[in-house]
């Protein structure tokens, strides 16, 4: 989460106050300095009119600079904790407007792999971090049931993901060691942003895997050269920095891996894309299951 931090100017004195949610406790740190031609400012017309009135008048005592100051201090504290607040909209904004999901598209095209899948969306198994999302997304969908392997840590995940892991429709897995489930169990298996941290040693067997598990085919969603993913903050979290690899050098791997398109469904998911308004921003790949 970003630092926020609130100014606070008055009788000369100017007041910081900075709110650092990227570490379990919170940090507030309060300064205040003596303002240097603070009087040169109101007369040159600045842009804080108030500031401006209360130089007007006589000076008074410098507490009341820390008086708002700490004022400031309390308001940020008690949108800290009140829930989804401010703090919690910044960071998702973030989340949107920052780094690429390719999780956050498998959720767009879920009527665009409807129309190309048919009754091959029956059974659903998708593969990826905030498998959540996407499994309640498509639970959403009629004669559609869905499962998900999260590959990662899901310790902050919300009431509603764990109450998915508790009824066992969600699991959490690491995807570098062979699936849980029989071959075929499912009929479509959509995998999105794991892979992207996968070295090539753990995709020759990862994505076999995945066509192992699936009956009608594999929908693969790989991020595009040039977008960027994981921060610093979270290689913690998925251990290397994203892989960004072009559509030849995914082709190139799914022939030495013995993995072939799966071309009807390929060929009926872009004539949906060109009829309707959902645009890939991530690349899509079909393949065909493991016989």
């Not at 910081?16 to 017309?45: E, H, I, N």
């Not at 130089?55 to 308001?75: D, F, T």
């Not at 029956?122 to 959403?140: A, D, F, I, N, Q």
């Not at 693969?220 to 920095?241: H, I, T």
Request: proline residues 5%; glycine residues 8%.
């Amino acid at each position: 989460m970003n630092a926020a931090n609130f100014v606070v100017e008055s009788d000369g004195f100017q007041g910081y106050v900075l709110f650092d949610g990227s570490v379990p406790a919170l940090k507030l740190l309060v300064m205040a300095r003596r303002q240097v031609g603070s009087t040169r400012r109101v007369g040159d017309g600045g842009s804080f009119p108030f500031a401006g009135a209360l130089h007007s008048k006589s000076r008074s005592s410098p507490l009341l600079s820390i008086c708002l100051v700490l004022v400031g201090a309390c308001l940020l504290i008690g949108y800290a904790y009140s829930g989804p607040g401010i703090f919690k909209s910044i960071k998702e904004v973030s989340k949107v407007t920052g780094d690429y999901s390719c999780t956050a598209e498998v959720q767009r095209a879920v009527s665009v792999l409807k129309k190309a899948y048919g009754d091959g969306m029956r059974k659903v198994l998708h593969v990826g971090p905030e498998t959540c999302s996407v499994v309640s997304t498509l639970l959403k969908e009629d004669e559609t049931e869905a499962w998900g392997v999260e590959p990662y840590d899901i310790e902050d995940a919300d009431s509603h993901c764990k109450s998915l892991v508790s009824k066992g429709l969600v699991r959490v897995a690491d995807i570098k060691f062979p699936l849980p489930y029989r071959p075929k169990s499912f009929s479509l298996v959509i995998v999105s942003d794991a892979l992207d941290y996968l070295s090539p040693k753990y995709l020759n067997k990862t994505v076999p895997e995945l066509a192992r598990v699936a009956s009608d085919g594999v929908v693969l969603f790989a991020g595009l050269p040039g977008q960027q993913r994981a921060k610093v903050a979270e290689l913690s979290k998925f251990g290397r920095p994203a892989k960004m690899r072009s559509a030849s050098w995914w082709n190139r791997f799914f022939v030495q891996t013995s993995l072939e398109e799966n071309e009807a469904p390929s060929k009926k998911f872009e004539q949906a894309v060109s009829k309707g308004s959902y645009k890939p921003a991530c690349q899509v790949f079909h393949l065909k299951p493991l016989h």
